[in-house]
């Protein structure tokens, strides 16, 4: 199984700032892999998939990188909103997630 | 647009068989062939994808639950459904059903979400 390891675990910030996540795969997975925002009590949203590739509606303050074991989410100009959870997610053999990154206000 | 809302109980005693079912709104899952797909996340912890399933039939199952899990598919009800026997309390969790994100693939990103439904395995 493809395991998938996001740092850092938690991560503080403050509003306007800029933060960067990573997720990093056992093997490669090309660039099959997406991203989500949870917030408490609501389902995952969808960010970016295909690593880079930005879902329609999705501010461009959200950005993804990289391809075979090694992806970053990057976002600019944190808002209130952006403070929850983030997962990444592969799809090139079955499917795992990450173990989540939360974003916290500092 | 499309939409998804699970059903089922809220509580599953030990051993017994957890059954979900998935209904789809605003499009047709016959028509669309896409996989669509069930979730499930353990209070305070993950995300753990349990299973896919083709408007066809075909499934493909996460390989730790595989021996206790079934998905089917009604296109006639526009609804497909889980089924986990022999659950424990580990299979406590808000269960999601989505759909993938591109036709045809077996393995995708997944999206739209339904909003979750909370089974708590308890005697």
């Known amino acids: 199984d493809i395991q998938m390891t996001q740092s850092p675990s938690t991560l503080s910030a403050s509003v306007g700032g800029t933060v960067t996540i990573a997720c990093r795969a056992s093997?490669?997975?090309?660039?099959?892999l997406a991203w989500y925002q949870q917030r408490p009590g609501k389902p995952p949203k969808l960010l970016i998939y295909?690593?880079?590739s930005l879902e329609s509606g999705v501010p461009s303050r959200f950005s993804g990188s990289g391809s075979g074991t090694q992806f970053t989410l990057t976002i600019s100009s944190l808002q209130p909103d952006d403070f929850a959870t983030y997962y990444c997610?592969?799809?090139?053999?079955?499917?795992?997630f990450g173990q989540g990154t939360r974003l916290e206000i500092k | 647009q499309l939409q998804l809302q699970e059903s089922g109980p809220g509580l599953v005693k030990p051993s017994e068989t957890l059954s979900l079912t998935c209904s789809v709104s605003?499009?047709?899952?016959?028509?669309?062939?896409?996989?669509w797909g069930w979730i499930r996340q353990p209070p305070g912890k993950g995300l753990e994808w349990i299973g896919s399933?083709?408007?066809?039939?075909?499934?493909y199952y996460n390989p730790s639950l595989k021996s206790r899990l079934t998905i089917s598919v009604d296109t006639s009800g526009n609804q497909f459904s889980l089924k986990l026997s022999s659950v424990t309390a580990a299979d406590t969790a808000v269960y999601y059903c989505?759909?993938?994100?591109?036709?045809?693939?077996?393995?995708?990103?997944?999206?739209?979400w339904g909003q979750g439904t909370l089974v708590t395995v308890s005697s």
């Open positions: 989505a759909r993938a994100g591109t036709s045809g693939s077996r393995y995708s990103w997944f999206d739209p």
């Open positions: 605003g499009g047709s899952i016959s028509g669309s062939k896409y996989y």
């Open positions: 295909t690593a880079s």
């Open positions: 997610q592969q799809y090139d053999s079955l499917i795992t």
């Open positions: 399933i083709y408007y066809s039939g075909s499934a």
């Open positions: 093997q490669s997975i090309s660039s099959w």
